[in-house]
């Protein structure tokens, strides 16, 4: 069964730092991988996504992520932290022939200026 | 550019009560999906569906039911109420049926309280 792990609950960072959020899946095929991020008491929007060809994705605000199938791994970056990036990051997995996306627990992401 | 729409925003129930939430789905997408999102929890898929036939189905208690229209929009009925069911309830929707491999759109969520 499909599964996804973010092993960081929370992280503090400075603003203007850079910032890397973990996230692990396991699937046996190609996952299909997303990125969520959730302000408080707002939806889900979605950041970028992985589906096949290059490995390293871009997405919205600046934030990219890297898929490396080695390490079952979909981390997200951004090399400059603004304060308005503080919010719940949720990573997500799909499959064939389902249409439930699976979550991550989240990252909760806070930013002193 | 137009969002996923859904209705109320807040809705507040006591226990053994019904509600029901309404979902818009972007304009042209044909299939919807709800999740159920509980406090400090990650979402959870409930079900969903695609022209208007139920496409798949996750873990929805029996005392839920929703369905598809005819001009796309959805609605998810919750009957005999609990207080586990308090939750912020996501609609998403997306084109076509490739399921969680096309990318769903969410809506801001319904935050149901039931008191």
């Known amino acids: 069964a499909q599964s996804v792990t973010q092993p960081d609950i929370h992280i503090t960072v400075s603003e203007g730092a850079s910032l890397e959020l973990r996230c692990n899946y396991s699937?046996?095929?190609?996952?299909?991988l997303f990125w969520y991020v959730q302000s408080p008491g707002q939806g889900l929007q979605l950041l970028l996504k992985?589906?096949?060809?290059?490995?390293l994705v871009q997405g919205i605000k600046g934030f990219e992520a890297e898929f490396k199938r080695s390490q079952s791994s979909f981390n997200l970056r951004k090399p400059s932290v603004h304060w308005s990036d503080a919010a719940e990051y949720f990573c997500?997995?799909?499959?064939?022939?389902?249409?439930?996306?699976?979550f991550g627990t989240g990252t909760r992401l806070q930013v002193f200026p | 550019a137009a969002g996923v729409i859904q209705s109320p925003r807040h809705l507040i129930k006591e226990k053994r009560e019904t509600a029901t939430l309404k979902c818009y789905p972007i304009?042209?997408?044909?299939?919807v999906y709800w999740y159920q999102q509980g406090p400090g929890q990650d979402p959870q898929f409930l079900i969903s569906?695609?022209?208007?036939?139920?496409?798949d189905k996750g873990s929805i208690p029996d005392r839920f039911s929703a369905q598809q229209f005819s001009d796309y929009h959805s609605e998810l009925n919750m009957s005999s109420l609990e207080l586990g069911d308090s939750a912020l309830y996501f609609c998403?929707?997306?084109?076509?049926?490739?399921?969680?491999?096309?990318?769903?759109?969410f809506g801001p969520g319904t935050r149901l309280t039931v008191l």
């Open positions: 998403a929707s997306s084109f076509g049926l490739a399921g969680s491999t096309d990318t769903q759109y």
């Open positions: 699937y046996g095929a190609t996952p299909y």
């Open positions: 992985y589906f096949s060809g290059d490995t």
């Open positions: 997500a997995v799909g499959a064939d022939n389902t249409d439930k996306l699976i």
């Open positions: 304009p042209r997408h044909d299939t």
């Open positions: 569906f695609y022209e208007k036939m139920q496409s």
